[in-house]
């Protein structure tokens, strides 16, 4: 989590900016954007995780929006997206449904994908399709335990953390 939101601070992507989060679970993103200066909004559909960060937004007196919808069908305008969607593991392709819906409300995003030959292609496919670069910055994720059946103190996980910039036309 730290390094893709470092690497979006550092390119001017958090400071000043309107962020959103599209599927933001329990708002870990949002939180670290609203601390360095970006106003994060964060996009929902589980009420329970919206709560955890209602909690934390309000313990930590953080501005944020918090808005329970469906990410893949959600509309704004925003300046960056950063997300780590469902990998589709359990719903095929609903990573790709997240990509969609980034691509049509920002025009710098950020985002985690399962990696693997196939998925590089349809992601730099459906990028070059929607007028994006696709550039990966970096192919492994750290996450503590989350799930009943992790049971390392630390996951890393081979990912491909996406940087997608909108073409100029």
């Known amino acids: 989590m730290a390094q893709i939101v470092w690497h979006a601070y550092i390119s001017g992507h958090i400071s000043g900016k309107k962020v959103a989060d599209l599927g933001c679970g329990t708002g870990v993103f949002c939180l670290a954007i609203s601390l360095l200066n970006g106003y994060c909004t964060c996009i929902e559909i589980d009420l329970e995780s919206l709560e955890v960060v209602r909690n934390l937004k309000y ?3 953080l501005e944020m929006d918090l808005i329970n919808a469906d990410a893949t069908n959600f509309t704004g305008k925003f300046d960056t997206v950063i997300q780590n969607p469902p990998f589709g593991v359990v719903r095929r ?9 980034a691509f049509n409300i920002a025009n710098v995003i950020y985002s985690i994908h399962k990696s693997n030959t196939k ?3 349809i992601i730099a496919n459906l990028a070059k399709e929607n007028g994006f670069k696709a550039e990966v910055i970096s192919e ?3 996450l503590k335990p989350y799930y009943p059946w992790h049971r390392e103190k630390i996951y890393e996980y081979l990912v491909d953390i996406y940087f997608f910039s909108k073409l100029s036309r």
Do not use: A, V
């Open 93 to 101: 392709g609903i990573d790709l449904e997240f990509l969609k819906s």
């Open 119 to 121: 998925s590089r292609e």
């Open 59 to 61: 313990e930590l007196g």
């Open 140 to 142: 492994r994720y750290k």
